[in-house]
């Protein structure tokens, strides 16, 4: 699998004795992201087997408690564990700020170097990337500045195909690399060996986008346009459409709406309000516009 995702939390508001606020963790291409990280986000790391040493990378939507007020506790975890990798921590202005003094007030010190990366731009942009994974933000509309991040591997190297290439006793393994990075051979004769006969296309890359808190916004879809996966924030049911208005999230149907216009392939809802006792009505309102929806529960892996 090149892309497996577990969700930590995912419920609004204040956590609860079944209920986690959000956070999740993705793998992709051997790289490892913490997204959001809400009240009892390491509990719930420790509870699922989510390695505390693989995570250098941390990405905070916006600034309301249920998305980050876990992130200080995991910070000073870090420190107790003598961690010495330096992280880099992504989210809105003032993030920075906040914990440094949370660190400072509690003479939390550390070996480690926190690198802030602090965002403002209300237009999508690249905020990291290194030679198998791409993040670039998603601009969305809350009380309060917030972006959704969309994660992309890169283009893989072709795939061998092995009963060709030992066709020619020649080619030794120390020439594979060359043949997946697409280079032809040639051999002592002269004779040029095509790549396309020595190899297989590799698979296509896989792209998750996350949608934290936002009221329904259409101008995201091309950003997010065909991505494998897509988590849509869903705090109401239509029948509360009026609230979501008012303070600025979706319902489910206006999830599953983003989904249909972006042609993804699949749907996560979750973000559930306390409101609702029966997750089960998230997924049926969606569902009558989208097909492929998966309901957010703590616990959940979706791999691809």
Known sequence: MSLVLTILGCHSATPRVNAH??????????????????????RQMRKHKVGFSKINHIFISHLHGDHFFGLIGLISTFGILNREKELHIYGPKGLREVTRLQLKV?????????????????????I??????????????HRVYTNGFLFREKEKLKKLNIENV???????????????????????????IKNEELTLAPSKPKSYAFCSDTSYKEDIVPIIKEVDLLYHE?????????????????????????????AVKQLIIGHYSSRYTNIDLF?????????NVILAEEGKKVSL
Request: net charge negative.
């Open 21 to 42: 606020p959000t956070s999740q963790y993705l793998e992709i291409n051997n790289r490892h992201f913490l997204i959001d990280c809400g009240e009892g986000t390491q």
């Open 106 to 126: 509690s003479k939390s010190y550390s070996k480690f170097d926190i690198i802030y990366h602090e965002l403002t731009s209300k237009e999508s942009e690249l």
């Open 128 to 141: 990291f990337e290194d030679d198998k994974v791409s993040v670039t933000t998603i601009p969305l509309n």
């Open 166 to 192: 030992q066709q020619y006793p020649e080619i030794e393994t120390c020439d594979y690399h060359h043949i997946k990075a697409g280079k032809d051979i040639t051999l002592e004769s002269g004779e040029v």
């Open 234 to 262: 869903a705090t109401f049911l239509s029948d509360r459409e009026d609230l979501a208005k008012k303070t600025k999230h979706s319902t489910a149907k206006q999830a599953a709406l983003i989904a249909s216009q972006a």
């Open 283 to 291: 997924k049926k309102e969606a569902s009558e516009i989208f097909s």
